[in-house]
């Protein structure tokens, strides 16, 4: 274990910076996201929950693919380079680790995506215990225990010191290159640490969800049942929920008319969309019903059907605090638990 004291941390991250870039929570016009650090960058290990998750760090909102460009009659089709500098994610809380863990399950998956592949080899996760979960928390429903966060470095806040645990071969590297300042410590304020966190999850009102009924053998029950009906009417289809969602993974492939060829990207998109589905034949989701139905039947059911057993859903809370119409994840868990939604 290792340590460095908090007033140090700006040189770790410009020791970091030298060599590779570095993305963290970064606070900007009163919001915290991740962002790439720079010396006037306002960094944040304070705030529990960035807005957006950091899945854009492997993931990005929209990329391009390939560029066509038009020379006469003569075509060119060039593919967009693959990541090929290192980087690290600073301060992943354990639930958003976990969400990079679910995205590893489709993407990394036959056939793979050579874009997020790239970015996974190259990037280092440096994870940070939540020092105080919020009541909109509930990893501990999934496994998860945000006191000892995956990732290639561990961190832990206590007192006035970030504590350092490398815990793969690439977290072994990045201790290295910032070794000098890091110092010797003990284990016994991160064992502290962790027993305090632990104790203040238990509290948490979403801890002790049950999941009972929730899994791949439960897709006929769960998809006829007629609390769909009941559950999905105020929803207004803004897409919120799966645009802060650290697992949604739904992308739309378009293509930009540069004036001298095509630039073909893609995008998030959302299940929850009405053309998300719409195809030259028809769209299989007509309602709305339907398309709230997905996104918790593929979280719940679908996703560990196919992913031995493996949620797409890892309690993050952000669709619990962001959906301006109070719908979310624990309400439709509740409503099948036969609690009132
Ligand atoms: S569930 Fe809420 S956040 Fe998601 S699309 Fe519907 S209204 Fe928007
Ligand atoms: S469904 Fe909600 S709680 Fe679950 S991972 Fe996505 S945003 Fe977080």
């Known amino acids: 274990m290792k340590r460095i004291k908090l007033e140090h941390l700006k040189a770790l991250y410009r020791r970091i910076s030298e060599t590779r870039a570095l993305y963290l929570p970064v606070r900007s016009a009163g919001k915290t996201n991740f962002a790439f650090w720079t010396e006037d960058a306002e960094a944040d290990l304070d705030t529990l929950k960035t807005v957006k998750s950091p899945k854009d760090a492997f993931f ?4 391009t693919l390939y560029t066509c460009r038009r020379e006469g009659q003569k075509l060119h089709v060039e593919p967009e380079e693959l990541a090929n500098q290192d980087f690290v994610v600073f301060g992943m809380k354990a639930c958003d680790v976990q969400g990079v863990r679910v995205l590893d399950q489709v993407f990394l998956k036959d056939p793979v995506d050579s874009f997020y592949a790239a970015r996974r080899q190259h990037g280092t996760i440096v994870s940070l215990a939540c020092h105080a979960p919020e009541e909109t928390c509930f990893c501990k429903v999934f496994q998860i225990d945000c006191a000892a966060p995956a990732g290639d470095v561990a961190a832990w806040i206590a007192a006035e010191y970030l504590y350092w645990q490398p815990q793969t071969e690439k977290g072994e590297a990045l201790t290295e290159l910032v070794s000098d300042l890091l110092e010797d410590a003990e284990t016994a ?26 899994n791949g053998n439960a897709t006929e029950e769960k998809f006829d049942s007629p609390l769909w009906e009941q559950l999905y009417k105020p929803c207004l289809a803004c897409g919120t929920c799966t645009f802060v969602c650290p ?36 769209n299989s989701r007509t309602s709305q019903m339907q398309r709230f139905r997905q996104r918790f039947m593929h979280k719940l059911v679908y996703f560990p059907a196919n992913n031995d057993g493996m949620y797409s859903c890892v309690g993050c809370g952000r669709c619990v605090e962001k959906c301006p119409a109070h719908l979310n994840i624990v309400k439709v868990i509740k409503a099948f638990g036969k609690e009132d939604p």
């Open 60 to 63: 990005p909102q929209s990329e």
């Open 189 to 214: 304020p991160v064992d502290a640490e962790q027993a305090a966190i632990r104790a203040m999850v238990e509290q948490l009102p979403y801890s002790h969800l049950s999941l009972e009924g929730w």
């Open 247 to 282: 697992t949604c993974q739904c992308y739309d492939i378009k293509d930009y008319d540069t004036g001298k060829g095509v630039q073909r990207y893609r995008c998030w998109d959302s299940c929850m969309y009405s053309d998300f589905t719409m195809m030259a034949a028809a």
